[in-house]
């Protein structure tokens, strides 16, 4: 039976897996790259788009060809090693960073520009009142598509698409020259700081959830779950791509306005208010509250549907356990919460990039048991490099590594790895051997 979706239904899809994407992250670090770029903006948005709508793009038509969840993605990898990379995957995109991140954001830009005196107990209060909400929401898991891809994310898009105009027709000042690394390595450190994202991660774990929200809808049919998940990818990259550019352009011409500002967020709200008045602020304490709440919504509920499949509690009660471990995490800061992530992130980003490669050549490797295990191993074996490197250890003995410089020595051993594992030996079954030939 041919099985078919409405194209309100395949926009809904599309507007739900951008609204999941669309967090924390995405909103805070564009600006900021965006005026230490300068100059070197495009080529830093190129590197940075790679990695933040790239690799994501890629990781949801991965999901999309193997037709499953994390399970169907690592089904080559040992049981043990595949739960034990899943796990680390949910607990950062969940309990421990990006989840946290989400409620910190809308705090940061949503509630605190309105205080006169913010205090700890202001941030208590609110993030435990943002994450009961998210909660809530995500306590009827069938029900994601309805409520966010048709109600919430209407919204959310249509402030940010003003937002985007706005800052084209009148940008706020000119643009500089680039600073640090981004005038050296303009590509590479844009590269980098798209995995703040965590949306390798996060379109790994939010694959489960379009198939979920297909499925509600009676699609259970593997080509036509694997074309649906492919154009909610494409609806949700040119959805994202559009606020990076956006967003990097509005960092760029944001000098005159905002120089010396160390935060993104803080660059995001003083160039609205400058675009739209006072009354900017509300236009984007709307956009932001929306996409931090989808965002969070989303972890909460791919974090809950994993967990609930390896232990005997269920999906509710893991709806509770993460969020009330993300209201308790949030308390943290942000400052704080993002230097703690950014070597977490170096050391597995490269893995998920492995897997996400691994499954898009999958159907040409030989012997798929011996690529993953190699290519896996030898990308997190590099990327433990990186990651000690982030953390300002001495790691000059590997100055000789190719990309080393760049905090990217795991790229190229892992590309070299996957193409070998094109032409490795297939696997051979041994013959049976006839019992009556040992009794003989």
Not at 2 to 31: E, R
Not at 202 to 219: N, V, Y
Not at 246 to 255: E, I, K, P, R
Not at 266 to 275: D, E, G, K, P, R
Request: glycine residues 8%; proline residues 4%.
């Amino acid at each position: 039976m041919d099985q078919k979706l409405k194209l309100t239904d395949i926009w809904a899809l599309g507007f739900m897996l951008f609204a999941f994407f669309l967090g924390a992250g995405n909103i805070i670090f564009p600006p900021l790259a965006g005026q230490l770029a300068g100059e070197e903006v495009y080529s830093t948005m190129l590197g940075f788009l790679s990695t933040a709508v790239g690799l994501p793009l890629l990781g949801i038509i991965a999901i999309a060809l193997v037709g499953g969840g994390w399970d169907k993605l690592t089904q080559d990898l040992p049981k043990t090693a595949s739960t034990v990379v899943a796990v680390l995957f949910f607990i950062i995109i969940g309990p421990a960073f990006a989840a946290p991140r989400t409620g910190l954001v809308a705090y940061e830009m949503g509630l605190k520009p309105f205080i006169a005196e913010p205090t700890q107990l202001h941030l208590t209060v609110f993030s435990i009142t943002f994450f009961v909400i998210a909660m809530c929401f995500a306590w009827s898991q069938g029900k994601l598509l309805d409520v966010i891809g048709k109600v919430l994310t209407p919204v959310l898009f249509l402030g940010l698409l003003s937002l985007s105009v706005m800052v084209f027709l009148n940008p706020q000042g000119d643009i500089i020259a680039a600073q640090a690394n981004y005038a050296s390595q303009p590509f590479s450190t844009g590269f980098l700081d798209g995995y703040n994202t965590m949306d390798t991660f996060a379109a790994l774990m939010f694959g489960t959830l379009i198939i979920e929200a297909l499925r509600g809808k009676s699609i259970t049919e593997k080509r036509a779950v694997t074309r649906y998940v492919t154009y909610a990818a494409f609806i949700a990259a040119g959805g994202l791509a559009l606020v990076y550019v956006s967003l990097f352009y509005l960092g760029a011409t944001s000098n005159s306005i905002a120089a010396g500002l160390d935060n993104g967020g803080a660059i995001l709200s003083v160039y609205v208010q400058a675009l739209f008045g006072t009354e900017g602020q509300l236009v984007l304490t709307t956009i932001v509250l929306l996409a931090c709440l989808t965002t969070s919504i989303g972890l909460i509920s791919a974090c809950a549907d994993y967990f609930s499949s390896l232990s005997p509690l269920s999906y509710k009660a893991w709806v509770l356990i993460v969020g009330c471990v993300c209201a308790l995490v949030a308390n943290v800061g942000l400052t704080q919460l993002i230097a703690l992530s950014v070597p977490v992130l170096f050391a597995l980003y490269p893995v998920a990039i492995a897997i996400v490669l691994l499954t898009l050549v999958r159907s040409r490797l030989p012997n798929r048991a011996l690529a993953y295990r190699v290519v896996v191993c030898i990308s997190l074996m590099f990327a433990l490099i990186d990651a000690a490197k982030a953390l300002n250890m001495d790691m000059s003995l590997f100055n000789f590594l190719p990309l080393f410089d760049y905090g990217m020595a795991w790229m190229l051993p892992t590309i070299a790895a996957i193409a070998a594992m094109l032409f490795a030996p297939k696997v051979q079954q041994e013959p049976a051997v006839e019992l009556k030939e040992d009794l003989a």
